[in-house]
């Protein structure tokens, strides 16, 4: 396949640099897949620049112009599915189904969005016999979005259409490991859009510390690691930016002792491994009752055998590499640090060209069983293709094994008693806890999605993306 250019895209202004990323297929290494231009400092500082003076006439034009115009730059993005979600896919290793996805699931959002953002932002008027109050629902101003490789279409686009509806312009620094397809949408949807609402910048740390800092950027939204997140918050409380901070988990599924194994199994394991387990919230440790954990951990190892690792363009894989060097080893490190312990360790599954493995970032899934709740496996965001399960004695334990996190994005109770997995739902500190499913498919847009505790700030999705958004004007007079 041939290699794709990605030119440093500022606001309409082409190519400011001469320095790319060169970015190689994680399951061919001997591929290039893209060179894509490597912003600069002042780079960084044009965008913003450009998304302010872009930002003065966006806010006064008519709200249905705004939402009609990010409808039609939804419809762009609709269009780039068939051209950019193969190259999505050789540039971080995931399957052509989820790259397809990942478009998918951004058309919708930013639709959705679209589709509220009318009658969120009606005015509110109070009004007696003394005064009148009218409360504006305004635009920040220029909005930062820092969005990560994993599924950068929809992370981005659960930024991008709650901050143009409401009037605010935008600049996306993607992630230095899939910034080719995520920048090429980009420039596509920016074509219906007048010239600086949106901007991208591909730079390194000092291109996204310029964007953090400037004085101009009144809304940093950020998608990614915590430890990154701190850095993050800190440089916006320099000049007291708002934030919306997405970041990692280590979410917890409860089994309850009344579920059939057989039956839950498929809809779980495809929370555990969909794009290699790398997914903020997909299930990373697994709580089962004592007294069916054998029965359990033989069906969830039948299940897992089946899965068939290989190249995201292949149609027969159902498990892709992972996304990079630096994953990779921290997987199989974690990998081996639990063998090391007294903990079973079961690699599962079936290579698909194994003669090719050597020439990309190839991992097995990986169940553990005999693991300890405090095991560094099941404390850490793994963010790779390896689970353990865990035993609890009474439900008031698993309860307590699945707070005793720093994390809280999300969650999920697996039950045949609806009624009963709701009970202990409301007892997990986590942002969403989802009833016997924990997959992509258990979002909803009309739910508010983030995380609490070190996990996150703000939600995202539903009004609740509106209101990060904006400010609230009030105009009081007397009559």
Not at 220 to 230: L, Q
Not at 291 to 303: E, I, L, P, T, W
Not at 339 to 357: T, Y
Not at 444 to 453: E, L
Request: overall charge negative; proline content about 5%.
């Amino acid at each position: 396949m041939p290699t794709e250019q990605v030119d440093l895209w500022i606001n309409n202004s082409g190519v400011s640099t001469h320095d790319y990323f060169e970015i190689y297929d994680p399951g061919r290494l001997n591929h290039l897949v893209a060179r894509v231009a490597r912003g600069s400092v002042q780079d960084a500082n044009n965008a913003v620049i450009a998304a302010h003076h872009a930002f003065l006439s966006w806010r006064r034009l008519d709200l249905s112009e705004r939402i009609q115009a990010v409808f039609a730059a939804a419809k762009a993005l609709e269009q780039s599915i068939p051209e950019l979600s193969p190259l999505l896919t050789r540039e971080h290793g995931g399957l052509l189904g989820e790259s397809q996805m990942d478009f998918g699931f951004g058309v919708g959002a930013a639709q959705f969005t679209a589709g509220i953002a009318e009658s969120y932002l009606v005015p509110e008027v109070i009004e007696d016999e003394n005064c009148r109050i009218e409360i504006e629902k305004i635009p920040r101003g220029v909005v930062v979005a820092i969005v990560p490789w994993n599924f950068p279409i929809v992370l981005t686009m659960m930024k991008l259409a709650p901050a143009l509806v409401t009037g605010n312009t935008l600049v996306v620094k993607p992630s230095p490991f899939a910034p080719a397809a995520i920048t090429q949408a980009l420039k596509k949807m920016a074509s219906v859009l007048p010239p600086g609402v949106i901007n991208v910048v591909n730079g390194d740390g000092d291109v996204g510390a310029t964007l953090t800092h400037h004085p101009l950027v009144r809304k940093i939204s950020f998608t990614g690691g915590t430890e990154t997140a701190k850095h993050v918050m800190a440089d916006a409380g320099s000049t007291i930016k708002n934030i919306t901070l997405e970041l990692g988990g280590n979410d917890p599924a409860i089994i309850l002792d009344d579920v059939n194994p057989a039956e839950i199994m498929p809809r779980l394991v495809k929370g555990i491994f969909t794009r290699s387990g790398q997914i903020c919230f997909s299930v990373k440790r697994v709580y089962v009752s004592q007294g069916m954990y054998d029965k359990f951990f033989d069906m969830m190892c039948q299940v897992v055998d089946e899965i068939k690792v290989g190249h995201g363009l292949d149609e027969r894989s159902t498990m892709g590499p992972v996304v990079n060097r630096g994953q990779y080893n921290f997987v199989k490190d974690l990998i081996q640090h639990t063998k090391a312990s007294n903990a079973v360790v079961r690699e599962l599954g079936q290579k698909l060209q194994p003669e090719e493995w050597d020439n990309g970032y190839y991992l097995l899934p990986t169940v553990v069983r005999d693991i300890n709740h405090s095991a560094k496996l099941a404390c850490c965001e793994q963010f790779g293709p390896v689970i353990p399960l865990i035993p609890y004695q009474s439900l008031d334990q698993a309860i307590e094994m699945a707070n005793d996190s720093e994390f809280g994005l999300c969650s999920s109770v697996w039950s045949s008693d609806v009624n009963r997995a709701v009970k202990v739902a409301r007892q997990i500190e986590a942002g969403s806890t989802f009833i016997n499913s924990h997959s992509l498919e258990s979002l909803d847009v009309r739910m508010p999605f983030g995380g609490i505790k070190q996990s996150g700030i703000g939600r995202e999705f539903t009004e609740l993306s509106l209101a990060d958004y904006i400010e609230h004007h009030g105009i009081r007079y007397m009559k």
